[in-house]
């Protein structure tokens, strides 16, 4: 991402000379060979932090000014150090925002308005305008994203199971797995359980049934018949053991050769995104393949931008912090450094640059993108000041999963917790 100032054409040739001239102003006091050190904090598997760490030599290389003092960790870590650090108005000038977390952070006013960044012919004006909050464009998208699923393919052709195919049902999902537990062996699952609220947002959207949490927070919406109907059917599959122990599944961690369910040879699907799935691909060569979430009547899944780069408030180099990040999405020295551990590059020329050389775990993610685009509905995070209900809505299918709660209570206790929370949105 390259100052407002730097022209397009400069992206199109690398902008090293016009990329120096700018960042090198952007520091605000005036003297263009002004030193700049820049606080960068983001999250991700490693691969993904030595992506981020060679961009910035690059930077550098670019701007001798401008210099990095970075910080990485892993999701949980992550958006468990970031609100202590809001607090405490020490966030970094560059950080790396979700779609699931930026409006609340963006509402707290935390996050600097980077609506003045020029991104003509690099993202569309319609993509930016849905990603506005209250009209202003908080975070710049540097991929684009789709949820998806992910499948052992060479495991269940070995046990002569039919694949997952493209736009397939949520009926034909449920069969999918009650006909596979039938072939694959005991301690081998075809699906694993959820508790995670957005994972039935998708069922219950996907019936027309709506988001759960709709007008900025103000209105709750959990559709009783289809969440006693989705949580009935795991019930289910925990009895007649479709889908693994409650314990096996609290343990699993995403891209760990040991627990994760699908690299650790437990579970045949599990849920993915474009900016992931290369990690399960690089634990698994050549045995994954990739389908779009269950579909219903109104769709399945989503496909929109959801990784983005922001700049604090508090920062001190704002000029300089907003001058990485155009650079970062637009210049293809950029691109071709941190490919696609992001998801599939926003910016079309640098897709198009990067695929001749691209390794199936990275064609994987788009492959799994264009899977789902056709019928993806739209991305739906919670609202700002809802994150102890999605917490708490965990804790309770957890109770759920372990058989401490039935499924009419745990519905009873999280809808009297939203509307609570809504009533009192509303009420502001």
Known sequence: MLAATLALSA?????????????????GNGDPNAPVKLKIMWQGA?????????????YTKLNPSVTFSPEYMAWDDYWKKLPTLAASHSLPDVLHMDGAYIQEYATRGTLEDLSDIDLSGVIDEKTLENLKIGGKLYGIPISRNAQGMAFNKEALEAAGIELPKKDWTWDEYFDFARNARAKLPEGVYPISDTDTWDFYQYY??????GRII???GKKFNLDKDLFMKFYGIHSEFREKKIVPPADMVSAFKENDPQADPMASGKVMTRGATVGSVGALEQLMPGKIDVVNLPVGPEGGGWAQPTIFLSV?????????AKAFIKWFVTDKAAGETYGTNFGIPIYDEIYTALEPTLAPKEK?????????IDKAMPFSPAAAGWTEWVDNYKKTMDSVMFGQKSIEDAYNEISKAGNAIAEKQAAK
Not at 364 to 372: A, W
């Open 312 to 320: 604090s408030t508090d920062s001190k180099h704002k000029d300089a």
């Open 214 to 216: 709709q007008e900025d």
């Open 46 to 58: 490693d691969i993904r932090h030595q992506a981020m760490l060679k961009t910035q030599e690059v």
């Open 204 to 209: 219950q959207m996907s019936y027309g049934k």
């Open 11 to 27: 992206c199109g040739n690398g902008g090293a000379n016009n990329g120096e001239a700018n960042a090198s102003n952007a520091g």
């Open 364 to 372: 994987l993610g788009k492959k799994l993108y264009d899977t789902s």
